[in-house]
């Protein structure tokens, strides 16, 4: 049986101008059906409530960071198998098979290219083991 289509994206971003061109890329050319949250704790709040089929995380954010996020959706039942990506400026090999080992489906990094966004992300679901 084909995979579900990928509709619902939970986007979570400190940096304002960063979750606004993200947001475009995503909805306005993707298609995608969007929750933009500006910190790990609006994420952890919504998570349940929304549903996603994949989360988009910045690795840096002040308060929770990426990694720390992570394994807090990891002890919500709802979310504990939702894949996720990480968003980072960290272009550090060693860093990126660190966030791969946190058991994330991939990373992207930044700077990311608004026009090729929502096709890089669709390409990364269409490769993932069924789950």
């Known amino acids: 049986m084909p995979r579900e289509s990928l509709k619902r994206i939970l986007y979570v971003e400190d940096e304002?101008?960063?979750?606004?061109?993200?947001?475009?890329?995503?909805?306005?050319?993707?298609?995608?059906?969007?929750?933009?949250?500006?910190?790990?704790?609006?994420?952890?709040?919504?998570?349940?409530?929304?549903?996603?089929?994949?989360?988009?995380?910045?690795?840096?954010?002040?308060?929770?960071?990426?990694?720390?996020?992570?394994?807090?959706?990891?002890?919500?039942?709802?979310?504990?198998?939702?894949?996720?990506?990480?968003?980072t400026a960290l272009d550090d090999e060693d860093e990126i098979e660190k966030f791969r080992s946190m058991g994330v489906v991939d990373v992207i990094l930044k700077p990311i290219d608004p026009a090729t966004l929502a096709e890089d992300i669709r390409e990364i679901w269409d490769e993932m083991p069924d789950h």
């Open 16 to 87: 304002a101008s960063m979750r606004t061109i993200v947001q475009v890329a995503l909805e306005d050319v993707g298609g995608f059906v969007l929750r933009v949250c500006h910190s790990g704790a609006e994420a952890l709040a919504s998570v349940v409530e929304f549903r996603p089929q994949l989360i988009l995380l910045d690795v840096m954010m002040p308060v929770m960071t990426g990694p720390q996020l992570l394994e807090n959706l990891r002890t919500i039942p709802e979310a504990a198998k939702v894949p996720v990506i990480f968003m």
